[in-house]
């Protein structure tokens, strides 16, 4: 099963500045990139166990790939808001492998999620 994501994410830095902003705004932050993973994840079927491929193609190579890597919060929790995993603990994540490219034209996440044993 594969979802695209259009867009980048916050990266680790920008949650940071946020979340010292004002102690709501990490939160509203928080909830509403979830809510974009619900809504687009929300046709996929409900797995137990699962594989995440995850390939962010970026606009440019400003933000370091362990920044960008920060997203991973929202996917998980976004699989489980539209319930195709039960939870993101180790019982239902197997493993996971990110990958980085630039598409300055068309910026987005590809997740590629296989249902294991």
Same mark, same amino acid.
């Given at each position: 099963?594969?979802?695209?994501?259009?867009?980048?994410?916050?990266?680790?830095?920008?949650?940071?500045?946020?979340? /010292?902003?004002?102690?709501?705004?990490? #939160?509203?932050? &928080?909830?509403?990139?979830?809510? *974009? $993973?619900?809504?687009?994840?929300?046709?996929?079927?409900?797995?137990?166990?699962?594989?995440?491929?995850?390939?962010?193609?970026?606009?440019?190579?400003? /933000?370091?790939?362990?920044?960008?890597? #920060?997203?991973? &919060?929202?996917?998980?929790?976004? *699989? $489980?808001?539209?319930?195709?995993?039960?939870?993101?603990?180790?019982?239902?994540?197997?493993?996971?492998?990110?990958?980085?490219?630039?598409?300055?034209?068309?910026?987005?996440?590809?997740?590629?999620?296989?249902?294991?044993?």
């Amino acid at each position: 099963m594969k979802i695209i994501i259009p867009g980048e994410f916050p990266s680790l830095n920008e949650i940071i500045k946020k979340a /010292k902003s004002h102690h709501m705004a990490y #939160a509203s932050m &928080k909830k509403e990139n979830t809510q *974009l $993973v619900q809504m687009i994840a929300n046709r996929l079927p409900n797995m137990e166990r699962v594989y995440l491929d995850i390939t962010y193609y970026c606009k440019n190579r400003r /933000k370091d790939p362990d920044n960008i890597a #920060a997203a991973k &919060k929202f996917i998980l929790d976004g *699989l $489980v808001a539209a319930e195709v995993i039960p939870n993101d603990g180790w019982k239902e994540i197997d493993s996971w492998e990110e990958k980085f490219k630039v598409d300055k034209n068309n910026p987005r996440i590809e997740i590629n999620i296989k249902e294991v044993d």
